[in-house]
């Protein structure tokens, strides 16, 4: 078997709704199969790209500002849609994911498959904890990650 299944949860636990992807990370820590790098990151991109290599699958969560938004609303974004995001990315951090996933292609570094399952914030002031609605999604965001893990590790098994 090669490549791995990581698990990349962005975003900054002390900028309230930024907090979700590494909330998620913490939560399905003793959900997924062993062997599942987990790892969080603010969202810089050489650390993104050092976290996957070419053959790993790679399940992104991410929290998204959306306009108009909807705090609480999940998506799930393939890497192509994502890396068509570039140019006008939703994130709340400096470079967004479209950025990093589009630096990734033309370095030669995506991996082999990429998802993000993203949740719309609506508080991305200084402070710990999520808002209502993100916390209120939790669970089937949670729920969402889990499954692509499962079908990420099928997939390199059935390989």
Do not use: C
Request: aromatic share 2%; no cysteine; hydrophobic share 45%.
């Amino acid at each position: 078997m090669t490549g791995r299944v990581v698990v990349i949860g962005v975003g900054n636990p002390f900028r309230r709704d930024d907090g979700a992807g590494p909330a998620v990370v913490e939560a399905i820590r003793l959900r997924v199969p062993v062997g599942t790098l987990l790892a969080e990151s603010a969202g810089e991109p050489g650390r993104m790209l050092a976290l996957w290599s070419r053959h790993d699958h790679v399940v992104i969560v991410e929290v998204v500002h959306a306009h108009p938004g909807r705090p609480g609303r999940l998506h799930n974004v393939s890497a192509e849609r994502v890396a068509g995001l570039a140019d006008r990315s939703g994130s709340t951090h400096a470079l967004g994911l479209g950025e990093t996933v589009a630096l990734a292609a033309a370095l030669d570094r995506m991996p082999r498959s990429l998802v993000v399952h993203a949740v719309e914030g609506g508080d991305f002031t200084l402070g710990t904890g999520l808002s209502a609605p993100v916390v209120a999604v939790l669970p089937r965001l949670i729920h969402r990650v889990t499954r692509a893990v499962g079908d990420a590790h099928h997939l390199l098994r059935d390989r």
